[in-house]
């Protein structure tokens, strides 16, 4: 059975920093693409990073110069350090996978509960 399971998310001041993560288990995970989105209740979920199976990351133009993806195939575990947060970045953070990265979430395939992220002004 799959599972993703993010931590890390918080309430920071304006130009703090968070690292979220995101343990998976229950498929191969060093094959798949693995993706952050973010969704604002009442919104579209939107993406924020992609990191393919060759390591090669990709980045919402939103978040660009501030969040870094990374993966650790030996851990099974996705990150997002985030940088420079700002209030706009406040949202429920999901992790997810898919076999291939893709720009749109209905492509991925599997998908993590979220974690909360608070950015005050």
């Known amino acids: 059975q799959v599972h993703l399971v993010e931590s890390g998310g918080g309430s920071v001041q304006a130009g703090g920093s968070l690292r979220l993560s995101c343990a998976a288990s229950?498929?191969?995970?060093?094959?798949?693409?693995l993706g952050w989105f973010r969704q604002v209740p009442g919104y579209e979920r939107e993406r924020v990073a992609t990191?393919?199976?060759?390591?090669?990351?990709n980045y919402a133009d939103s978040v660009k110069g501030r969040f870094t993806i990374s993966r650790d195939n030996a851990k099974n575990t996705l990150y997002l350090q985030m940088n420079s947060l700002v209030p706009e970045d406040t949202s429920i953070y999901h992790c997810a996978a898919a076999p291939r990265c893709a720009y749109s979430p209905a492509l991925f395939t599997y998908w993590g509960q979220g974690t909360k992220v608070t950015v005050s002004s």
């Open positions: 990191i393919g199976s060759d390591f090669n990351p």
């Open positions: 229950g498929f191969t995970y060093s094959t798949y693409c």
